[in-house]
């Protein structure tokens, strides 16, 4: 499956921006979903994950409140709302594939992955 994001920008903090993932060549009906991200000089924090049919999501602590996940699977595409934004939320948003039915909502672990998409949201 190819992932490919799009929506990163810069925003101030406080703004929104919605984040989108249009997958092809598989169904993502199929797959646990999930959104990564990357600060520069950190490492990756699991920011949210969504189930199959889309009826349970996960959240890390520091984005909960803030950001939402959904899907439309007869789009084929992934979601991240994000709002309430704050300087540390600047980092590369990776969009993620979870091709295994075994997996937990929040396992970390992910088969595919997108090129990501910037996010810079300044003070």
């Known amino acids: 499956v190819q992932l490919v994001e799009s929506g990163g920008g810069l925003v101030q903090a406080g703004g929104s921006l919605r984040l989108s993932c249009a997958a092809s060549g598989r169904l993502i009906s199929n797959y646990r979903m999930g959104w990564i991200r990357q600060a520069p000089g950190k490492e990756r924090e699991f920011v949210a994950a969504?189930?199959?049919?889309?009826?349970?999501?996960f959240y890390a602590d520091s984005v909960k409140g803030r950001f939402t996940i959904s899907r439309d699977n007869a789009e084929n595409t992934l979601y991240l709302q994000m709002t309430s934004l704050k300087p540390e939320d600047t980092a590369v948003y990776y969009c993620?594939?979870?091709?295994?039915?075994?997996?937990?909502?929040?396992?970390?672990?992910?088969?595919?992955w997108g090129q990501g998409t910037q996010v810079t949201v300044s003070s």
């Open positions: 993620a594939a979870d091709v295994s039915r075994w997996r937990s909502l929040a396992d970390t672990t992910f088969d595919y």
């Open positions: 969504i189930m199959r049919n889309g009826d349970s999501t």
